[in-house]
Structures are given as C-alpha cells and as structure tokens.
C-alpha cells in the first residue's frame, strides 16, 4: 500500500507562493495517477489539479494560469507550486493517488494547511 505525507502549507499573504510536496512511501510506482484536491472551511473537497501516470496534467480553472503540477518520479514526490495566491485559496490542501486507468482516487494523505491573508 502506499502512504502520502504532504508537506509546505502555511500562511502567506495574498498574492505571495507557495510549494506544497507529496512524498509517497511504501508500494510506490510510476504508474499511479496523483492529484491534488482541496477543502475550504464549510465546503466539500475540489479537484485542485492532476498529473498521470503519462505526465498529462489537468487543473481546475481556479488553478489554470497560477499553480502547476509536477512530479519526480526517482523522488516519488509530486509537488504543487502555487503563484498569486487569493484568499479564496485558502484551504487543506490534500495530495490523492488512484492506479492508473482507475475510477476513483483512493489513496489520500493527512492534508497540510494553506492560509492566505488579504
């Protein structure tokens, strides 16, 4: 099984960056489609961005043009860089993974904790 630890949340102020990490340990392999989801105080999980297994990546339109995905496989560590930062982006930030051609992301760390200040 595989177990996600993320890591580089924390305050900053709007419009500033920040660089979350998600370190996969255990049965780790390249073939695993990873995302990044997050959860807003009184609101349900949203997709936040994507990269699969064959590098494709997909994003949110919040995301599209300020954050990118990517992905270091040698590393097992895929990593969400995110610009210009709102704060409406102000969330837990959670990193997903799903074997690839699965439905559904199964597999979730703890979350790290992103606050934007205005």
């Known amino acids: 099984q595989v177990q996600l630890v993320e890591s580089g949340g924390g305050l900053v102020q709007a419009g500033g960056s920040l660089r979350l990490s998600c370190a996969a340990s255990?049965?780790?392999?390249?073939?695993?489609?990873m995302g990044w989801f997050r959860q807003a105080p009184g609101k349900e999980r949203e997709f936040v961005a994507s990269?699969?297994?064959?590098?494709?990546?997909y994003y949110a339109d919040s995301a599209k043009g300020r954050f990118t995905i990517s992905r270091d496989n040698a590393k097992n560590t895929v990593y969400l860089q995110m610009n210009s930062l709102k704060p409406e982006d102000t969330a837990v930030y959670y990193c997903?993974?799903?074997?690839?051609?699965?439905?559904?992301?199964?597999?979730w760390g703890q979350g790290t904790q992103v606050t934007v200040s205005s």
């Open positions: 255990g049965r780790t392999s390249s073939s695993y489609d």
């Open positions: 997903a993974a799903k074997v690839a051609y699965s439905g559904t992301y199964n597999i």
């Open positions: 990269i699969d297994w064959s590098g494709s990546i």
